[in-house]
């Protein structure tokens, strides 16, 4: 599976931007799908994440009410809608996926996944 992220880029406190991960290769069997996100100096954490059987989602407490994941599975493309963007939501954000169906018991944990994009920058000031 290969994973490239879009829609990054630099706005105001206050503003929104929306991310795409467009998936590929053997993308019918991704089970699970995150954001993760890390700024310089952190650990990368997850952001938002969701299982494709359904009934398992994952938000971080710092974005819940603020940012929104989705799915297309259609075009096998996840969103990440932010709102209400802050200057501490300046990371890079990335896409992550697998295909293992235990991924649902876990969809926070960096280890669950195994396949990554590589990254867009979101600066907010």
């Known amino acids: 599976v290969q994973l490239v992220e879009s829609g990054g880029g630099s706005v105001q406190a206050g503003g929104s931007l929306r991310l795409s991960c467009q998936a590929s290769?053997?993308?019918?069997?991704?089970?699970?799908m995150a954001w993760f996100r890390q700024a310089p100096g952190k650990e990368r954490e997850a952001v938002a994440a969701?299982?494709?059987?359904?009934?398992?989602?994952y938000s971080a407490d710092s974005v819940k009410g603020r940012f929104t994941f989705s799915q297309d599975k259609a075009k096998n493309t996840a969103y990440l809608e932010m709102n209400s963007l802050k200057p501490e939501d300046t990371a890079t954000y990335y896409c992550?996926?697998?295909?293992?169906?235990?991924?649902?018991?876990?969809?926070?944990?960096?280890?669950?996944?195994?396949?990554w994009g590589q990254g867009t920058q979101v600066t907010v000031s």
């Open positions: 992550a996926a697998v295909s293992d169906w235990s991924c649902r018991l876990n969809l926070g944990t960096r280890s669950s996944y195994n396949f």
């Open positions: 290769g053997y993308a019918s069997g991704v089970t699970c």
């Open positions: 969701s299982y494709s059987g359904g009934g398992f989602t």
